[in-house]
């Protein structure tokens, strides 16, 4: 009996072992671009039916679990129904079939709850060696533009330390937060204050415009936190911080002003015409043929100029696969490429308002459940604010750039669910999952995640 006994629990620990690669897998896009984080997925959603009680009965009961499954169920039939009528492929078409995974990551995340807080030790350290090793001081001294940590362009690698440097603060407060050793509090403390500095200082490097405007309004809900945690000594903390930060800014205001101010005076110029009476056709047209525009800001002109041509044909579903077709007839279709470089103007192509507005539903509901998840005590006040402010980040990302179709988005996706769904199953006495093979106590466990 007792050799049984402890074949069982070194299978546990063996389970909760892999599952804490698996889910560093998917943190790890933020770091290195590559497609690993669709195998962990694929690897987590079997484990799902491998290891738990009736995953489908448990998904039946939760309508937004219905609402994800049943939008990806009729996004990928559309894409079917109009390869096998137009034979247009489109672009990337498949991701938007990828919400009928949600509800079964947020059931593979309770199944390996008690694991959150050492993958995010263990993300963290992670981040901190390779920012360490891959971070071009010296280039980013001399102020000339880096590719952060091992992305593909410096776009992608910014809004990946973009999403590091607010994990790693929010990680550091959930440690004050619930009452964890002095110790721990301590070395947490200091790998997330060398995270943030290093996270920083590559997307002042990167030169991003987009991801720089995204942190404006995530670093005024990262202050606001503060109040929200009541604590007077993280928030003289936190005040100390921000006025580093206005000072590093200050000091590089001219490298800045160099890779930004063009583009800004542009942006400006354009929404001062429109709100002057100018029609927003006209002043695009203009703006595009004029030589004075930025090349990045005209290109995006164009691409966004075409998206809308292609929303009118359809505004309230879209053109499916379609788009892709109409798209080479619209006014610049010699552009070179055909990411929008504006994730709601992916959506409107393809599903029209229809579209965005399930999408819409499916992140103001989950973010709701989140917060009250923490009111619960299921996650700490800290995690539900971290994960409020990547929602907002995010959404400010795609204004700019289509990251929503890059494998950072993705992964953001299918970990956004995750923890909605995982927060909602042990807020509804769903879990322990599977028998308690891969489950951990939610009575236990609830105060030691910072997801």
């Known amino acids: 009996m007792k050799m049984f006994s402890t074949s069982v629990w070194s299978r546990e620990v063996a389970l909760q072992f892999v599952a804490g690669l698996l889910w560093l897998t998917m943190l790890s896009v933020t770091l290195i671009e590559s497609d690993a984080y669709r195998y962990a997925t694929i690897i987590l959603i079997v484990s799902v039916f491998l ?30 129904f109009d390869l096998a009528t137009t034979g247009e492929r489109g672009a990337s078409e498949w991701l938007y079939a990828f919400p009928l995974f949600f509800p079964f990551m947020g059931i593979a995340l309770n199944m390996s709850w008690r694991v959150a807080s050492t993958v995010l030790l263990g993300f963290f350290s992670v981040a901190l060696l390779l920012l360490l090793v891959s971070t071009p001081f010296s280039i980013v001294a001399s102020g000339e533009r880096i590719t952060p940590l091992f992305h593909h362009n410096s776009i992608h690698g910014a809004a ?4 590091i440097f607010i ?15 002095a110790r721990f509090k301590a070395i947490a403390l200091s790998i997330a204050i060398a995270v943030i500095c290093l996270a920083l200082l590559n997307i002042f490097g990167s030169k991003s415009k987009g991801v720089w405007f995204a942190l404006m309004p995530a670093l ?8 929200y945690l009541r604590r007077k000594g993280l928030q003289v903390a936190v005040v100390s911080g921000l006025v580093l ?11 800045i002003e160099r890779f930004g101010a063009a583009t800004f005076d542009s942006v400006i110029g354009l929404i001062g015409r429109v709100d002057g009476g100018a029609q927003a056709a006209v002043v695009a047209r203009e703006a595009i043929s004029s030589a004075s525009t930025p090349l990045s800001l005209n290109e995006r002109l164009q691409l966004w100029s075409n998206a809308l041509d292609v929303i009118a044909v359809a505004p309230i579903f879209g053109s499916g696969n379609a788009w892709l077709t109409i798209w080479r007839s619209t006014s610049y279709a010699s552009v070179p490429y055909t990411l929008l470089h504006n994730g709601y103007l992916e959506i409107l192509v393809r599903y029209g308002f229809f579209g965005l507005i399930v999408f819409g539903t499916i992140v103001a509901v989950s ?27 995010f959404g400010f990302t795609i204004l700019s750039n289509s990251n929503n179709r890059l494998a950072l988005g993705e992964s953001f996706a299918l970990l956004f669910a995750a923890v ?23 009575a236990s466990d609830n105060r030691q995640s910072a997801t």
């Open 160 to 163: 990946g330390c973009g999403f």
């Open 367 to 393: 973010i709701w459940r989140v917060h009250r998840a923490a009111a619960a005590g299921i996650v700490s006040r800290s995690a539900f604010c971290c994960y409020l402010t990547f929602a907002v980040y």
């Open 167 to 181: 994990g790693a603060y929010y990680w550091a407060l959930h440690q004050w937060e619930v009452g964890r050793s």
């Open 51 to 80: 290891f738990s009680a009736n995953p489908l009965g448990a998904v039946s009961r939760d309508w937004l679990a219905l609402l994800c499954m049943g939008w990806g169920g009729v996004a990928l039939s559309r894409f079917v």
């Open 420 to 442: 909605c769904f995982a927060c909602s199953m042990r807020q509804n006495a769903m879990a322990p999952i599977g028998g308690g093979r891969l489950s951990s106590d939610p």
């Open 220 to 227: 005024a809900l990262m202050a606001m936190a503060t109040l």
């Open 245 to 255: 930060l206005g000072g590093a800014i200050y000091l590089v205001r001219d490298n």
